[in-house]
Every structure is written in C-alpha cells, then in structure tokens.
C-alpha cells in the first residue's frame, strides 16, 4: 500500500509542475504578442503621421535672357542686265521728244524692298545719253527707276562697266549719284574711292565690292590698266587670266572696314564666267566665301551667274576665337533682264535682318527670308497678244494671285504656270527653309 501511494504522489507533482510550465508558456507568448503588435502599431501610426516625400523636381531649363534688341533689315536683289529690250519697253515719244522710264518695268520689286532699311541690287550695265542701247548699255534714267523702286544702293563692279571706256563708267558712276543711289565698287575720280559703310540702329555696316576682271571689249582694258583706282577688282591678273585672286588687297580693305568700326562686313562679288548657268557654286567660288568669312566678311552676295545658286548659312570661327553667323547668296540671278532660258527669269529679294543687344552691344544676323520675282516677258506666252507691255518684274506670289483670283494682272495662262514653277524651282535651289512664305529662317545667338 506505501508503495502504490509514492507513486501517485510523484504523478500529482509532475501534473503540477507541467500545469505550471503550461501556463508560464502562455504568459510569455502572451507579452511577446503583445510587444510585437504594440510595435506594429507603433509603426503604423509613424507611418500614418510622417507624409510621403514628393518626387525630386526635374531641373527646369535656363532659359536665354530677355535681351533689349533693334534691329536692322537689309534687302539684296539681283542683276539688272542692261539689254535693248528693256530700253525699248522704257522709251516715250511725245512731240517728238524721246524719253525712258523704268517705273513699270521695275515696279513688282518695290513691294519686296521698300520696308527694308537698306536695299541694294547690281548694275550689269553702262548708264549713258548717247541714244542708242544695246547689250550693257541703257538710259540713265534706270537710276530714277532703280530709285523709285526703293533701292539704295548699287553696286557696279561688273565686268561690263568699262565697255564704253572710262568715259562710259564716269557717266555712270555719276547718273547713279545724282539720282541719290550710293555707288559700290566704281569711281569716277582717282582719289575718290572711300570706305562704303552705313550706320542704322546703332549698327555699322561696311560694304565691300569686287569683280573677277573686266570683259577685255573696246576700249575699257587701256582704260582700266591706267586708271586701276576706277573699279574694284577680285583679280591682280585682270588683264590676262582673271584667275589671281588679290587676297592681299581684300584683306586688307575688311581689317580696314572692321578697324574703322564696321559690326557687319557686307562683300558683293561678281564671279567669273565659268560659273555662268550652274545652278551649284563652283569650288572657286566655295574656296572665296570660305576665306571671306574667316577674314571678317558676314554676308557674301554673288553675281553674274545669271540664274539662281543656294543661300547658305553657316556660323564661322575666325582666327581670333570670334564666332558669327555668315550668309552666302551665291546668286540671287537676274532681276532684270531680256533672258528666258531655264532658271535665268526668275529670281529673289533676300531680307537679311540684323539685331543689336543694346546693352552688350553685341551684333549679330538673326535671320534671312526669301520673296521669289519672275520676270514677265509676254512674247514668249500664249494667250497674250492683247498686253500693254512686254517687259514686267513682278512678285510671283501676288501675281499668281491676282490670275486665280481673275483680277487680270500681268500674267498669261503660260507665265501663270512659269511663275509657279519658278516660286518651287526657287526653294529648291536657294534653300525651302528661306521662303518668306514659312516664316524665313531664324538664326541661333548666342552661337
């Protein structure tokens, strides 16, 4: 009997001691559980309180200063090639007194010109009163035409001046002078010749003029081997070759422009005839621009191409570390003329608009657009027979309007569907980024 009762006494205190590490497992898992989701309330409440930081803000780009600017617009048109055509559609007769006016022949370019602050164009041409006119000879009363029209400036460095000899370009030169036009590239007396540079807005604009030769006819090469101060020229062998180009002369006459202040170097250059009718700048007159605009030159207008060659724009580091935006108008072909072959009667005004910071008084080209002219010539359409004239530069735009919208005009059926293939053949060769249709083309400053 003690035997059976130590044995159930030692299973009740095992019981007991397993009841009581039951009940101490529960306690403990009991304050774990509770820590913990104090914790995770804790932390819920944290995260209810602190606020979701926002994204990092992408930087916004600096904008380009507001800048105080004027500006300056100049207006550059082709060749007026002189031809008897146009002087017979000039002449008047009445009591038997002959005279000439240009004005309705040039009349379609001043709509093109005349908001510009400077507009200049090239004379292909002697100007004389000896009544007879023939291939690059005509009245002086293109002048009064040429002035009429809005021009300037002229510029007469051609290879055709000195075909009447001295006497032809002194009468020139001074038919020009005395209607008001300033004259670039020629001069009627030794000594005369002078720095060409105009001041607007606050800008300085140089102009520089230079002809490959002159064309060895009649009189004019005695004329211009003794009298070498009479026209400017791009060659020191004009008198053989034509092919030298004087780099010293020219360089020397932009470091003079640009000492005497000049913000802008404008260079007009009448080419050889080997680039006549190409549409392309020959690598001659590539290989000029390029020194052009490395020796200080901004804008280049080209000549004597007789139709139209690209506008190109470029931004040129000079030897001095300076920048600036260049523009090269190869050709804008002929504004005036008898010519009707491919591409030769059509041609543009160039505005090329100038702007000055007026408070770093910096300059620079901001932008260049294009107005297409056509030159009317009514014996060569159908449909015509009835006109009033034969001759008529005219704005293709305005005068494909005026037929479309049956406003008569200058236009036949024929030149209606000529002049608007001239307006696609232009944008084609100058550049379709410069027609003043989409606006022009808008240069980058700074650099």
Not at 244 to 260: L, P, R, S
Not at 340 to 365: F, K
Request: net charge negative; charged share 20%.
């Amino acid at each position: 009997m003690k035997k059976n009762g130590f044995g159930t006494g030692v299973m009740y205190v095992m019981l007991i001691l397993l009841l009581v590490g039951l009940a101490l497992l529960i306690v403990f898992n009991y304050r774990a559980n509770v820590k913990q989701n104090k914790a995770i309330e804790e932390a819920e409440a944290a995260l209810s309180v602190t606020p979701t930081p926002e994204p990092t803000a992408t930087p916004a780009p600096t904008a380009e200063p507001d800048r105080n600017t004027q500006s300056v617009t100049l207006a550059f048109a082709g060749d007026i090639i002189g031809q008897s055509g146009l002087a017979n559609e000039a002449q008047r007769t009445a009591d038997g007194v002959t005279t000439y006016d240009f004005t309705d022949e040039l009349s379609g370019v001043r709509a093109a010109v005349e908001g510009a602050d400077l507009a200049a164009c090239t004379l292909v041409s002697t100007l004389t009163s000896s009544g007879t006119y023939e291939a690059y000879q005509m009245p002086r009363a293109v002048a009064d035409g040429l002035k009429g029209a809005g021009f300037d400036l002229v510029n007469a460095a051609t290879d055709h001046l000195l075909d009447r000899g001295l006497t032809g370009l002194v009468e020139t030169v001074d038919a020009l002078r005395n209607t008001g036009l300033g004259v670039l590239g020629a001069y009627s007396t030794e000594g005369s010749r002078q720095l060409a540079m105009a001041e607007k807005n606050g800008m300085k604009i140089a102009f520089l003029s230079y002809t490959y030769g002159t064309a060895g006819t009649g009189a004019q090469p005695v004329s211009v081997a003794d009298n070498p101060w009479c026209i400017d020229l791009l060659t020191s062998d004009y008198m053989t070759e034509k092919e030298t180009i004087d780099y010293a002369k020219i360089d020397g006459d932009i470091a003079a422009v640009k000492d005497a202040g000049a913000d802008i170097v404008v260079c007009f250059v009448y080419w050889w005839d080997s680039a006549q009718y190409y549409t392309e700048p020959r690598a001659q007159q590539t290989e000029l621009a390029d020194h052009l605009f490395e020796s200080g030159v901004d804008i280049l207008i080209g000549g004597g191409v007789k139709v139209p060659q690209p506008i190109q724009v470029q931004v040129v580091e000079r030897a001095d570390g300076t920048k600036a935006n260049c523009v090269a108008c190869y050709s804008l072909s002929n504004l005036m003329s008898c010519f009707n072959d491919n591409y030769t009667n059509i041609s543009a005004v160039v505005d090329i608009e100038l702007s000055r910071d007026t408070e770093s008084n910096e300059v620079w080209i901001s932008s260049v657009r294009e107005t297409p002219l056509f030159m009317v010539d009514t014996d060569d359409y159908d449909g015509y027979s009835g006109s009033p004239f034969r001759y008529r530069v005219v704005d293709a735009r305005e005068a494909i309007g005026m037929y479309e919208q049956g406003q008569g005009g200058p236009l036949s059926s024929g030149s209606y569907e000529a002049a608007k293939q001239g307006i696609e053949d232009l944008k084609t060769i100058l550049g379709a980024e410069y027609d003043v249709e989409s606006g022009g083309a808008v240069l980058k400053f700074p650099y």
